[in-house]
Nanobody, 123 residues
Framework: QVHLVESGGGLVQAGDSLRLSCVVS????????MGWFRQAPGKEREFLAA????????HYADSVKGRFTISRDNARNTVYLQMDNLKSEDTAVYYC????????????????WGQGTQVTVSS
């Protein structure tokens, strides 16, 4: 069993930066990819970025490419999402998730989810 805990959310102003963390525990050897997603009020959950747990290959949604950066620290069992030049439309609950299927994969293939962390960007 893999367990994920996100942190780092908060209230920031437009143009600010924020780094989210996702600490991974449990059977990490079963994980292939880690992803970050978000869900804004009244909207569907959307994919943001993913990283291979071992190889480090990354891929991004076009909507955040160039502003968001995903990375991981295997020694700390932590995945990060660096978010720069935040905009009011980035306001959402941000989730990290893990999949045992090599990526890139569909959202439905992510089978372990964290509880989410709220990011609010004021304009």
């Amino acid at each position: 069993q893999v367990h994920l805990v996100e942190s780092g959310g908060g209230l920031v102003q437009a143009g600010d930066s924020l780094r989210l963390s996702c600490v991974v525990s449990g059977r990490t050897f079963s994980m292939k990819d880690m992803g970050w997603f978000r869900q804004a009020p009244g909207k569907e959950r959307e994919f943001l970025a993913a990283i291979a747990w071992k190889g480090g290959n990354t891929h991004y949604a076009d909507s955040v490419k160039g502003r968001f950066t995903i990375s991981r620290d295997n020694a700390r069992n932590t995945v990060y999402l660096q978010m720069d030049n935040l905009k009011s439309e980035d306001t959402a609950v941000y989730y990290c998730a893990a999949t045992s299927v090599p990526g890139p994969v569909k959202m439905s293939e992510y089978d372990v989810w964290g509880q989410g962390t709220q990011v609010t960007v004021s304009s």
